[in-house]
């Protein structure tokens, strides 16, 4: 088993589900966290300047959200086993993916994060809004940003819904008895608009259902109560 270094801010975001899938799994690796303000002390270390990353062997480090996990599924045994269970499993964990990056990108904006970046990366391309600081372009992308993840919401959670519930109406995981990485995703990608608003999936009952079976999993529910506590 290679030794596994995995680089995220301090904050569940996109690496939780990398942790969740490696206390699934059992499987040790440093967890190296750095706050907003170091930011640019690990950014220029990062192959495309963001995170999360998973580096192997203290060598080769390895970017993109989905990428890491799928790898990491296939190393622990998340993935199910035939190619049509893969397609399945990835379809299902993308749309979550949807929804859990048009909510960071509107996160991260409404909190002014990550904004000086793109002002300042001198990388020759203007932001989407043809901002440079000025705040009625910022608070109009916030709007864009919050409809957007709404509209995902809205497009996807109904797809999801139907989809849990044609697996055994839905009472135990998306690929059958067995917890996936796209429960994983399931549960870690509605995890932050969740805790914004609670009765988000109350036209989904399967889905909530299904969030609360992963959280109870005996794989999960200890890793869940030592977990640091982060806002996001
Ligand atoms: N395509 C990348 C995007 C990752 C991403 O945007 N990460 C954010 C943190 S959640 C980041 O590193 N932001 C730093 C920056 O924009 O400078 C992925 O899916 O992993």
Redesign the pocket.
């Known amino acids: 088993m290679p030794t596994y270094t995995l680089y995220?801010?301090n904050?569940r975001?996109?690496?939780e589900v990398l942790r969740m899938m490696f206390a699934a799994a059992n499987v040790k690796y440093m967890d190296k966290r750095f706050e907003f303000n170091e930011?640019d002390k690990y950014?220029k270390d990062?192959p495309?300047?963001?995170?999360?990353v998973l580096e192997m062997d203290g060598g080769n480090k390895m970017?993109?959200?989905?990428?890491?996990p799928r790898y990491l599924a296939r190393e622990f045994g998340f993935y199910g086993k035939s190619n049509m269970d893969m397609m399945r499993c990835d379809y299902i964990a993308d749309c979550f993916?949807e929804i859990m990056?048009d909510y960071?990108?509107y996160f991260?904006e409404k909190n002014g994060?990550?904004r000086s970046?793109?002002e300042g990366?001198g990388n020759g391309m203007n932001s989407p809004t043809g901002a440079s600081g000025d705040m009625n372009s910022n608070s109009n992308f916030d709007t864009y940003l919050q409809w957007r993840f709404m509209n995902t919401c809205n497009r996807v959670l109904p797809f999801l819904e139907r989809t849990l519930e044609m697996q055994n109406g839905g009472k135990a995981f998306f690929m059958g008895d067995q917890m996936m990485w796209c429960d994983m995703m399931c549960h870690c990608a509605l995890e932050g608009p969740f805790m914004e608003n609670q009765s988000m999936l109350s036209k989904h009952p399967k889905l909530m259902a299904l969030r609360t079976r992963i959280a109870s999993h005996p794989k999960i529910s200890g890793y869940l109560k030592s977990r640091s506590n982060t806002n996001w």
């Open positions: 995220y801010f904050g975001g996109r690496a930011w950014r990062m495309s300047m963001c995170v999360p970017p993109e959200t989905m990428a890491i993916y990056h960071m990108r991260h994060r990550f970046s793109m990366s």
